[in-house]
């Protein structure tokens, strides 16, 4: 069982900055490949962002990329998740997930375990 604590939401202009932060527990992160999820409201959940357990191999959203870095210390069993140049159609509850394995993957049925979310709010 693995247990994910996510941390680091908020309120935010657009255009600001917001880092996201997992603490994984429970098993050995270094067995873990992360995923970030979000969910707006009235809106099926959605990839983001996801690391795999070596960190060698990631990959992003389209709506996402060059704007947001996912990122993981597996000393400090996190995963991060640094948000620049936000804007409002970002605003959701982030999640974040985990799966054991090495494969890159982004659809939630994949991971078997899932924080609780933490609220990001980018006003216009």
């Known amino acids: 069982q693995v247990q994910l604590v996510e941390s680091g939401g908020g309120l935010v202009q657009a255009g600001g900055s917001l880092r996201l932060s997992c603490a994984a527990s429970g098993r050995t992160f270094s067995s873990l490949t992360m995923g970030w999820f979000r969910q707006a409201p009235g809106k099926p959940r959605e990839f983001v962002a996801v690391?795999?357990?070596?960190?060698?191999?990631?990959y992003y959203a389209d709506s996402v990329k060059g704007r947001f870095t996912i990122s993981r210390d597996n000393a400090k069993n996190t995963v991060y998740l640094q948000m620049n140049s936000l804007k409002p159609e970002d605003t959701a509850v982030y999640f974040c997930?985990?799966?054991?394995?090495?494969?890159?993957?982004?659809?939630?049925?994949?991971?078997?375990?899932w924080g609780q979310g933490t609220q990001v709010t980018v006003s216009s």
């Open positions: 690391i795999n357990r070596s960190g060698g191999g990631i």
């Open positions: 997930a985990a799966r054991v394995g090495l494969a890159v993957v982004t659809g939630a049925a994949e991971y078997a375990f």
